[in-house]
């Protein structure tokens, strides 16, 4: 079983749709949690951390589950440029800093 | 634009060579880790480097190594290429190893092993 369990998608939505996408983590001991988002050939970069009060950025909002180990993020009128690879990401304690990804969940949003 | 920096962009070895890729941390940041995203899936950790030692390590064999500079920068060297080696390699820097430091990373070096 993957530590970090997404859906692959794609996803193919029109403009001004709301989305949401969900995450599944395996490691209770999880500690951070993010969501990255990674436009083709290019690096991840971070969209927004995730914590267990929830939190929005805009038309984004992220929510984790801790007692079922599940994250989610949820995008509100969709635009062209949303499209990209989103990035489930956790961390665990340990020496190092390590970013577990799971796959990666393709949205493609359509005009 | 990040500040962190990888050479070459693109890489092209045949099977049982070796290769050096290379990282310059965003300025300020004394930590350094490798990833490896293969095609259709999201990056896997390689190795990370703090302050010049290596400070963690993922399910990768010895002959992928790496090395952190003075001035931060670092290395990552992978021997004897195998086909399955073809990936996008990142490296991302931050300050610290504490889990909430934000990671950033650089453009990645694509490698291709023939």
């Known amino acids: 079983r993957k530590e970090v369990e997404q859906d692959p998608g794609p996803f193919n939505v029109p403009e001004g749709a709301t989305v949401a996408f969900n995450c599944t983590y395996s490691?209770?001991?999880?500690?951070?949690f993010f969501w990255y988002r990674q436009d083709c050939r290019k690096e991840p970069k971070l969209l927004m951390s995730?914590?267990?009060s929830g939190n929005e950025d805009g038309r984004f909002t992220a929510q984790l589950n801790r007692a079922s180990q599940y994250i989610s993020l949820l995008i509100r009128d969709s635009k062209l440029s949303d499209s990209a690879t989103y990035l489930c990401?956790?961390?665990?304690?340990?020496?190092?800093?390590?970013?577990?990804f799971g796959s990666g969940t393709q949205l493609t949003v359509l005009p | 634009e990040t500040g962190v920096t990888q050479s070459p962009t693109h890489l092209i070895k045949t099977r049982g060579q070796q290769v050096t890729l290379r990282c310059s941390s965003q300025?300020?940041?004394?930590?350094v880790s490798w990833y490896q995203q293969a095609l259709g899936q999201g990056p896997q950790f390689i190795f990370q480097?703090?302050?010049?030692?290596?400070?963690g390590r993922g399910n990768f064999p010895p002959r992928f190594s790496g090395l952190q500079f003075p001035n931060y920068s670092s290395e990552l060297n992978v021997n004897a290429l195998e086909l399955d080696d073809s990936a996008l390699y990142l490296c991302?820097?931050?300050?610290?190893?504490?889990?909430?430091?934000?990671?950033?990373f650089g453009q990645g070096t694509r490698l291709t092993v023939v």
């Open positions: 480097y703090y302050r010049e030692e290596e400070n």
């Open positions: 490691n209770s001991a999880s500690q951070s």
């Open positions: 300025s300020g940041h004394n930590t």
């Open positions: 995730v914590y267990s």
């Open positions: 990401v956790v961390t665990t304690p340990g020496s190092a800093r390590q970013l577990t």
């Open positions: 991302a820097s931050s300050t610290g190893t504490a889990l909430n430091t934000e990671a950033f």
